[in-house]
T-cell receptor, first 113, second 112 residues
Framework: DTGVSQNPRHKITKRGQNVTFRCDPISEHNRLYWYRQTLGQGPEFLTYFQNEAQLEKSRLLSDRFSAERPKGSFSTLEIQRTEQGDSAMYLC???????????FGPGTRLTVL | QKEVEQNSGPLSVPEGAIASLNCTYSDRGSQSFFWYRQYSGKSPELIMFIYSNGDKEDGRFTAQLNKASQYVSLLIRDSQPSDSATYLCAVKVRGSARQLTFGSGTQLTVLP
């Protein structure tokens, strides 16, 4: 059983550097979501893909953030010019159309020094 | 007013007791309701979902939904120490991108 996978699991970077995270969804799940979670809070929606199309972005997703899902399979989330406020757990979730249930990957914990 | 509200806890119950977790939501367009369990340092794990008013049971877990009161709850029967975690309530709103809107979670501790 292959669930959602994310890499890297941990990333420590210095302020101002760029970072990229990868998410591999469950096979055949055509919907993919990115969320961000900070300590003591629930996950907050960032962006959503259906197949390769990015259909919605939260206002939380500043212009320093970009996400892609080039072939409708894996997705990447890039943060440019990282800030200390970007420190969080970045979660990816996938869902098969019509099933209405999202399954989360293990997350990437980002620490910006 | 937050869209999804939960008591942050912590909620402590003795082993074998019933744990009751509550959640309210503000958007009457919400149509799907989920409970996730999150252990410290881990990602959320789906444990229950409910769409219709009433109760839905799955093993030791029962989800209850009252759309008129905009209220969702999760009951955990015969609580075990392994149930100690943060429980996140999440909703999906009709017509949106179908993303989940989460509460801040309730921290549950089951005391041996």
């Amino acid at each position: 059983d292959t669930g959602v996978s994310q890499n890297p699991r941990h990333k420590i970077t210095k302020r101002g550097q760029n970072v990229t995270f990868r998410c591999d969804p469950i096979s055949e799940h055509n919907r993919l979501y990115w969320y961000r979670q900070t300590l003591g809070q629930g996950p907050e929606f960032l962006t959503y893909f259906q197949n390769e199309a990015q259909l919605e972005k939260s206002r939380l997703l500043s212009d320093r953030f970009s996400a892609e899902r080039p072939k409708g399979s894996f997705s990447t989330l890039e943060i440019q010019r990282t800030e200390q406020g970007d420190s969080a757990m970045y979660l990816c979730a996938s869902e098969i159309g019509g099933r209405d249930t999202q399954y989360f990957g293990p997350g990437t914990r980002l620490t910006v020094l | 007013q937050k869209e999804v509200e939960q008591n942050s806890g912590p909620l402590s119950v003795p082993e074998g007791a019933i744990a009751s977790l509550n959640c309210t939501y503000s958007d009457r367009g919400s149509q799907s309701f989920f409970w996730y369990r999150q252990y410290s340092g881990k990602s959320p794990e789906l444990i229950m979902f409910i769409y219709s008013n009433g109760d839905k049971e799955d093993g030791r877990f029962t989800a209850q939904l009252n759309k008129a009161s905009q209220y969702v709850s999760l009951l955990i029967r015969d609580s075990q120490p392994s149930d100690s975690a943060t429980y996140l309530c999440a909703v999906k709103v009709r017509g949106s991108a179908r993303q989940l809107t989460f509460g801040s979670g309730t921290q549950l501790t089951v005391l041996p």
